[in-house]
């Protein structure tokens, strides 16, 4: 049939398209594609290789032994240290090379402590939580040590962070 | 229960923005008139004669610019080819870049064959020989224009026709099933959303080509035809109901079956929604065309005052199938998926997808369409069963 | 019952044939499996893979203090503005208005911009409980509130991974939904196709990024940064295939639910206490 060459020209190309089209797509594919599945095998190797960035109080014991002691025996045992000492804003340039995120002095402020126990209806009502700052400041507070009181006053004067229950030699 | 408003602290942004509008309004072109070149190749209504081969190349010249904006999209556009590296099959996305390919070879093929008288001619008529050497490689080194290869090729592209038409209705479909198969969305999620897609394309497909016809005959590139015009309308009239039923039924079904997503849609309807899509795409985009073309089915022997009307319900079609989209891609995104809150969005002129990108992509097919027109004839072939007159080359 | 299970077998497999019909060209590679949690783990496979790992919330623990959302940021550099894992808090009036929340996905807690305000007057609204604090105009008093910490459900049947193109996004064996950056085209279909809203575009990476359970941490023994620094042990993370875990007989003996379970996304992040307000 001479009246097809042309088409029969035109479907030899197309398949050669598709032949050379499909040995390219194949020879791309990266070498780790379907060992686990679908998908680049070598990722799952990747994602697993960064180093973790919260590393336990136990590293911070090694150092700190008493200060653990003190937090793990008191209320706020069950919170690591990096809840407080890494700074939750930004880097801090004070504690050694080691951890140059972690904060030896942390944030003292009220709103530290009022960030879990500040009372919210939404918050479980058997969590210890304040409904009201100055009253809790004018019946208590007062009690301890006139000096601090007012609005300048922090949870940190009457109690010690690491082992919250009422100390009074904090007050100094 | 009444909800406050809020919104997913992820959900801020809109991620498929101008672009995503673009690319199924210009993919809609595509299928619309290459199903208004089917129904004369294929189906043989002859009366869309005219405007057969032309409506091939508006086709190519869309088909060429589709990938574009999904281009200027991509956060990494240069891992495009991944799609087809490593596709995933579950995905409907994954199938672009292989119905793409497939369709823009039938295409490709079909105008080739189309164009084979023309192609042979200029092959030896060329004045210059590396035209003639560029026309020589198109025709694949072939220079028959015989009655045997003619009826070959009349074969050949009835096939292809019939080819494309599955094509042609996949490759638009596809695009309304990326949106339907979504059940996080609501606004999507819905089976008619491939139908409604297919038949909106249709629509734009068919009303730029009523309006480029009537431009371009009235200068007289193309054969002027009334008869070609009233057929090419009639079609609009046809696939705007079957449209307007789709859409309509989708609508209706969210609101009787009153379920979680008509909380979201009927918020979205009137209020984000409510000028976009009520009051400019169904109050002017489906009311005017409609009305129109209901009308001119009985306007027979007023050309002047037909065409005229032609112009202005082809016009307001095809902005209301650009506004549907609009409202699909962008409406689909204006709630959170906490379903209680909204959020609007105003696009930026110079962004990267922005409205300057929005329409230099959507003149440029016109460019390459004109560029096409200027190597390839528009009219129609010639019907008379001697070759060209060759002339020797000089 | 065995009858059922034959015809729903073949109900899949005739949809998945039909599914390979309508992509042309569409030949995996053989031996792949289509669903990876289904994939036996052989022998000489890394011990790292011998484990599926489940998440459980407890809600009725929650304090909204927002550790996790610190933590999870500091962790996995997340950009500012967006979430792998976010607080949302409930607050249901007697008037059943829901007022939902997350100021900065809950990163800086709950308390309200101007503390001073809060620490020298407490103003004591309508009825006479201290709650003028929140951001929310509340119309009637509070009878039901909580948090609702959420997160990457790492859905077994997962609409993300289903629409993701390329097959950069993946559940890994040990059934863990992963991106792969290196891969992924950032045409940001997973973030649509996500009902939680946990997925979002890396402003500078401009991939699809997301909660990963700190897998850089669980493959090395640790906990997820999140579940390490919750004070309340409102967050639990373990290994399902560990008959002995904490986690395993908090899922057998708890009521639980998911998030938007009419979806059928199966997630593998279990909620205690989940009330029916929670979007």
Known sequence: MKALRHLKRALWIIAFLFVAGNMIRFSVVPESFGQYGDFRGAHLAEERARDPIHRGSDICGECHDERLEEKNNGAHGPIPCENCHFQPYAGDENHPEAHPEVSQSPDRSQRACLTCHQFFPSRPSAFPQLANFPEHIATNALKLNKDHVGAHTLCVHCHNPHDPKIDLKQNG | MIYSEYLFPNDMHIYWSLMIVTYPFITGLIAGAFIASALFHVFGLEELKPISRFALMVSLAFMVCATLPLLFHLGHPERALNVVITPHWHSAMAGFGFIYSFYLVVLTLEIWLSYWEEIVAYSKTSASGVKRLFWKTVALGVDETSGEIRQANRRAIYILGLIGIPSACTLHGYVGFIFGSLKSNPWWSTPLMPQVFLLSAIVSGLALLIVMYIALSSKGYLTWSFECLRTLCFYLWLSMLFYMISEGLEILFFFYESSDAWFVISTLLSTKLWVSFVLIQVGIGIVVPFTLLSIMIFVRNNQGAYTTMAVIAAATALFEVWMMRWNIVIGGQQFSKSYVGFRSYHPEWLDQEGILTTMGLTLLPFLLLYLLTRILPMKEAVEDEEPPAEVEPG | ?279
């Open chain 3, 1 to 279: 019952m065995d009858k059922k299970k034959n015809r729903r077998a073949f109900i899949k497999s005739a949809g998945r044939a039909l599914a390979g019909l309508l992509m042309v060209v569409a030949i995996p590679k053989p031996g792949r499996a289509q669903r990876i949690h289904e994939i036996e783990i052989g022998e000489d496979a890394p011990d790292w893979l011998d484990h599926y790992w489940v998440y459980l919330i407890d809600t009725t623990k929650c304090i909204g203090c927002g550790a996790c959302v610190r933590a999870d940021k500091r962790e996995n550099s997340v950009p500012p503005k967006f979430f792998r894992t976010w607080v949302e808090r409930y607050q249901i009036t007697e008037d059943n208005h829901v007022h939902v929340d997350s100021p900065n996905g809950g990163h800086d807690g709950f308390l309200p911009e101007d503390l001073a305000q809060l620490l020298t007057s407490v103003e004591l609204e309508t009825d006479g409980s201290p709650q003028g604090i929140g951001r929310v105009k509340k119309q009637g008093r509070v009878t039901k509130g909580f948090f609702v910490p959420k997160m990457c459900n790492h859905c077994r049947n997962t609409p993300c991974t289903q629409v993701c193109p390329v097959n950069a996004s993946y559940q890994s064996p040990d059934g863990v939904v992963l991106v792969d950056k290196t891969r992924c085209i950032g045409c940001s279909y997973c973030v649509q196709a996500c009902p939680y809203g946990s997925r979002y575009i890396h402003p500078e990476k401009h991939t699809a990024d997301k909660c990963t359970w700190c897998y850089h941490r669980i493959t090395k023994g640790l906990l997820p940064a999140c579940v390490t620094v919750c004070p309340t042990g409102a967050r639990k993370f373990g290994d399902l295939k560990d008959q002995s875990s904490e986690i395993k007989k908090l899922l057998s003996t708890q009521r639980l639910n998911v998030l938007k379970p009419e979806l059928n996304t199966e997630p593998f992040c279990f909620y205690i206490g989940l009330e029916q307000s929670v979007r």
